[in-house]
């Protein structure tokens, strides 16, 4: 069943492009191939909290394939994992919804999309380091493609190439630390439930923290972090709206699943030596992240550094479960962690979605262009509002059940940072509500063009995401439920 969802979007696009289905049907089968994914995903959730306990992997499978060097095709998913996919599914139907009136070559952008989120499903659910590589990997040349192709601006190809050089150099650290596991494990293996189980580097001397440095680079660029975040901005700000929405909300979900998946399970000694340094970028990718989007007028860049911003704050609840200090705060913290990754995928692609009716309208995401939206376009100014108390940690939404539980869980390890951590609440509040009121309130700018209101189509792509964040944010045991017994199990594996 888990090769059926990862799989199932590639062969989809495999048909697309071979049988040359015209390019209208290319598009509704792209989003019926995501309504599929989005039920097999809600089904194996139901199934997983039924039959297995933390740290189980649930639809395990795995297949020989390169035994000389051990590794294998295994995949499986847990409470880690669970939540990714199920968002990626989510996220990728919502850009197919909203891309039904794609003109530009639609059918190999359905194709592009497609496989796309075969690479993600994969990532998520990789239990070996070399097939999370091999997905890691095409993920990015996807999303080349995406921004080169499909981008808009005289910059879009420079932009494109910029993201692929700075991820594809983090890949190649990132595979640097998985060679350097594979030669410290006896007997070597690729396999991340056997390192997890025994991890090769307890006790190495300086092997263990050069491993965990290669690894953590790798990461931290495509989550991406401060200071590796400069690719980031400009591929937002050139890729199409839907790229831009599964950009934030799933490939940059893969750096922070790849601490939680490797970086801390396989190397618990090294992560609490140096979660001291991931507490630190955490909070200073939060302030900076922060201060650099208040001072935007260019509302995609705006929403691409609170990107940045929002990611501090999973880092800093990681780096938390590190330190030292009461077990059930830490477990806290890393829970709101991987609930942040969940939130911050929802509303931010939301956010995207929203910056692309923008430049649609106005053909400009130039916030000092626009005024007094809210008269013409109601359901726009709602929904983007909406969109800016979530993220900005409103009670009600996700984005506070994520925050409060990553700053109260941090508070007792890591003290001094959490308290730093929490002014980055009080600039993005400051930033959003400075960006609403330029867009929605006032005047209409001189020469302001004619804005129409959200359409259908662009109300059912945006619509779900948000209802979903509202979800969790009122009944947070929904997802909870499956990511707080993971979180514990995480715990104990660090604190070895």
């Known amino acids: 069943m888990l090769s059926l969802l990862i799989f199932l979007p590639a062969a989809v696009a495999a048909v697309l492009l071979l049988a040359r289905v015209p390019d209208r049907v290319a598009l509704w089968a792209w989003l019926v191939t995501g309504l599929v994914t989005v039920g097999l995903s809600v089904g194996m959730w139901a199934a997983y909290l039924h039959g297995h306990g933390p740290g189980q992997f649930g639809f395990a499978e795995q297949v020989p394939w390169m035994p000389g060097i051990g590794s294998s095709y295994h995949v499986g ?45 994969g990532v998520f659910s990789a239990l070996d380091l070399i097939v999370f590589f091999v997905f890691f990997d095409l993920s990015i040349v996807g999303m080349y493609f995406v921004i080169a192709g499909w981008g808009h601006g005289p910059a879009r190809r420079r932009s494109a190439l910029l993201f692929f050089l700075y991820t594809f150099t983090g890949s190649l650290a990132l595979l640097l630390g998985f060679i350097g ?91 609490r030596t140096y979660a001291w340094v991931f507490v630190g970028v955490g909070v200073a990718s939060v302030l900076y992240g922060a201060l650099v989007a208040l001072a935007q007028d260019n509302f995609k860049r705006l929403i691409a550094f609170t990107s940045v911003n929002h990611m501090g704050y999973i880092l800093l609840g990681l780096g938390a479960a590190g330190l030292a200090g009461d077990a059930h705060a830490r477990s806290v913290a890393v829970t709101g962690a991987l609930v942040q990754m969940v939130s911050h995928g929802l509303i931010t692609a939301a956010l995207f979605l929203l910056a692309g009716v923008l430049l649609d309208r106005g053909g400009s995401y130039d916030l000092t262009r626009y005024g007094a939206l809210a008269g013409p376009a109601p359901r726009f100014a709602a929904l983007t509002t909406v969109a800016a108390f979530a993220s900005l940690g409103l009670p009600g939404f996700s984005g506070f059940i994520a925050e409060f539980q990553i700053l109260a869980g941090s508070l007792g390890p890591a003290t001094p940072a959490a308290a730093v951590a929490a002014l980055g609440i009080v600039l993005t509040a400051g930033l959003f509500l400075w960006a609403i009121h330029r867009l929605f309130l006032g005047t209409p700018r001189t020469g302001q063009v004619a804005f129409a209101d959200l359409s259908a189509r662009e109300l059912w792509a945006i619509g779900p995401l948000l209802a979903l964040s509202v979800l969790i944010g009122v009944f947070p045991q929904s997802l909870l439920g499956v990511v707080t017994p993971a979180a514990d199990h995480l715990i104990a594996l660090v604190g070895r």
């Open 181 to 271: 596991l594979y030669v410290a494990s006896d007997p070597h293996t690729f396999d991340i439930a056997e390192l997890a189980a025994h991890p090769p580097l307890t006790g190495s001397g300086a092997a263990g923290p050069l491993v965990l440095a290669a690894i953590a680079l790798g990461l931290a660029i495509k989550t991406p972090t401060v200071p590796f975040h400069s690719w980031l901005p400009p591929a937002h700000t050139d890729a199409p709206a839907a790229g831009s929405a599964v950009l934030a909300g799933i490939l940059l979900k893969m750096g922070t699943f790849g601490f939680v998946r490797i970086a801390m399970p396989l190397l618990p000694e090294q992560w």
């Open 77 to 121: 998913v847990d409470g880690l994992s669970l939540p990714l996919l199920a968002l990626t599914a989510v996220i990728f139907t919502a850009t197919a919804v909203y891309s039904l009136r794609e003109r530009q070559q639609p059918r190999s952008y359905a194709a592009l999309f497609l496989a796309l989120q075969t690479t993600s499903l």
